[in-house]
């Protein structure tokens, strides 16, 4: 194996200092490691992270229009309750702190823990669960749908309507909605392989692809033969389209009562005649040129099933290291969220 890496125990680290130097708005605390956006005005902090590997997720969400704050965790490993703590300290205001957190086990109890601790502070604190992956529904990773490339939407919308000068209330309502109204589905290839491992993280056969892949490597649905890039695009989008709605209980942190509370939420049924944003997403080791021909046949799709695509993004923006494969995320959208979509965002990984 050939990485352009230095020392395997130093890899987040390296990589986040260089991030950093790129960019001078950004600043890194390194033990415990986390970075921020130096020039964030008054308004909610929005503060994210976990599991180094899918980059540019969540490091280079960090700027204006998108996170305050982020924690990168070890090459899939999350990120530790005092990283949390720490960076939302730093970033805090009076206007409060939002948490962005995909539904891994570990993920959501260190985040938890890191909202306890705020609230001990007097620091107004709320969190949005995401679980886009349609995929599995409970795995060894989760109690629930695993989140995945939605979270960059999440992001997106949330950190405009903070930048808006949206509320605590209203930014933590909005990001459930977007949640809410997202959907995720990835195919692998070809396995990745993490720096320590120093071999692929699974096997697949030479005509095998992994249906419903989960960004860690976790396994999918089933494994299926590859026959061709469209008919896996349209085995993708039936499974995005016919997904059977369900409700899940999220905890939701009580502000009043100072502690956690189970909020019933139900995600919304996909539409014919109504707006939609697709990201086609590579998962680190698939040419541009290749997700270009999967939003052709997604395009196909959305337009035989009258789901108006209002926006999209084609490329990289949440990856498992070199993994080769893809994902499709669909949001059915309201105004509001192509609106603040649209809004101005300067970051690492994402400018208009």
């Known amino acids: 194996m050939k990485k352009l890496i230095n020392n395997v125990e130093n ?6 200092q260089g991030l950093v130097a790129s960019r001078q708005t950004l600043k890194l605390n390194q033990h415990p490691c986390y970075i921020w956006h130096e020039e964030s005005p008054r308004q909610v902090a929005l503060v994210s992270g976990g599991a180094s590997g899918h980059e540019p997720m969540h490091t280079g969400y960090v700027g204006e229009g998108m996170l305050t704050g982020a924690v990168p965790g070890e090459i899939f490993i999350r990120a530790t309750p005092d990283q949390i703590y720490e960076c939302a300290s730093k970033v805090s205001r009076d206007e409060g702190v939002l948490f962005l957190v995909k539904n891994y086990v570990g993920d959501g109890m260190n985040f938890k823990l890191a909202v306890e601790l705020l609230h001990a502070d007097g620091v107004k604190v709320g969190a949005v669960l995401i679980d886009d992956d349609i995929a599995v529904n409970d795995s060894l990773y989760t109690s629930g749908r695993r989140g995945m490339t939605g979270t960059v939407l999440v992001e997106k919308i949330v950190g405009a309507a903070a930048a808006k000068g949206y509320s605590l209330e209203q930014c933590e309502e909005l990001g459930r909605r977007v949640n809410n109204n997202c959907r995720s589905i990835s195919v692998a290839l070809s396995p990745c392989t993490v720096p320590a491992a120093d071999q692929p993280s699974f096997e697949l056969g030479n005509n095998e692809i992994e249906f419903g892949i989960g960004i860690h490597g976790e396994p999918g649905i089933e494994r299926i033969e590859f026959t061709s890039a469209n008919d896996v695009v349209d085995k993708m989008f039936v499974a995005l389209k016919e997904n059977i709605p369900y409700s899940r209980t999220l905890p939701v942190w009580d502000k009043e009562e100072g502690g956690w509370d189970d909020l019933e939420s139900s995600v919304d049924d996909f539409e014919s005649e109504h707006d939609y944003i697709a990201i086609v997403n590579g998962l680190g ?4 040129s290749e997700l270009y021909v999967v939003y052709k046949r997604l395009a196909e799709n959305c337009e035989r099933e009258n789901f ?32 603040l979509f649209d809004a101005p965002v300067n970051t690492a990984a994402m400018t208009w």
């Open 308 to 339: 108006r695509l209002a926006r999209n993004l084609v490329g990289e923006y949440c990856t498992a290291l070199n993994m080769e494969g893809i994902s499709i995320t669909l949001l059915k959208a309201d105004k509001e969220m192509i609106d």
């Open 11 to 16: 890899v987040v680290l390296d990589q986040v």
């Open 285 to 288: 080791g698939t040419p541009k």
